[in-house]
C-alpha cells in the first residue's frame, strides 16, 4: 500500500435507526488489513512500535491510546481501523493536535517487510456500530453467533454471512462485514429492529 494514498476510499456515514434502548449506524472508517505470517514476528513487532500495543491476541480487540481499533480476525490476520469521526465516549480532538504513528506510517515503515503487509480494505469492507441496552437482543435476531464480550473479536455468521464482531465498551458492538454483502446485512438489521417492542414514546 502506497502511505500517501491512505485510504483509498471511504464509504459514507449514516445512522438509520434510533429508538429507546437501542441505536444502529453505519460509521465512517478506513479499514487496513495487517497480514503476517507470525504475530510475534518482526512486522508484528515494528506494527505493535507504532502504535505502541502488540496486536490482539486470539479472539481479542484493543483500543489504542491514539484512537484507533485493533481486532483479530484470524490467526494471521488484524483489521486496524482509524474512525473518522467522533464515537460515543471518545473524541478525535487529541489526534488532529498530535502526529500519530498510523496506517500511513505502517505503511512506510514496512514498504520491504518479507513477514507481513498492510492492505488497505476501505473499499471493501463496511462498518456498522450497535449500541445500547438492546443490542444483544437484536443480533440474536440476525443469527447464532455470540454477542462479543468488551475486548473480544469473533468472526461468525449472521444474516447467514460472515461477520467480525468486536466490543471495544459495553453495550456497543462492531461489525464489519464485505461491502458486497453490506446492503443484505443492513437489510437483515432494520427488518429486526422493526420486529422489536419499544415504548410508545421511543
Known sequence: MNADSWPLSMPTSRPFQNREGLHFSE???????????????SFAATVAGLLGCALP?????????????????????????????????????????????????????????????????????????????????LLSRLGNAAVPAVGQSRVGRLADLTVCTFSIRKNETWLLVERVYAAHLRGWIEASFADLSFGPDS
Open 27 to 41: 460509521r465512517q472508517v478506513a479499514v487496513g488489513s495487517l497480514r503476517y505470517w507470525d504475530r510475534t514476528g
Open 57 to 137: 491476541g486470539t479472539g481479542e480487540c484493543v483500543l489504542t491510546a491514539a484512537g484507533y481499533l485493533l481486532a483479530w480476525r484470524s490467526p494471521t490476520e488484524t483489521l486496524l481501523l482509524e474512525p473518522l469521526e467522533p464515537t460515543d465516549g471518545n473524541t478525535l480532538s487529541d489526534r488532529a493536535a498530535t502526529p500519530v504513528n498510523g496506517p500511513a506510517a505502517i505503511a512506510a515503515a514496512c514498504a520491504n517487510a518479507t513477514d507481513g503487509c498492510l492492505v488497505d480494505m476501505t473499499g471493501g469492507i463496511n462498518a456498522f456500530v450497535a449500541s445500547g441496552a438492546r443490542v444483544a437482543e
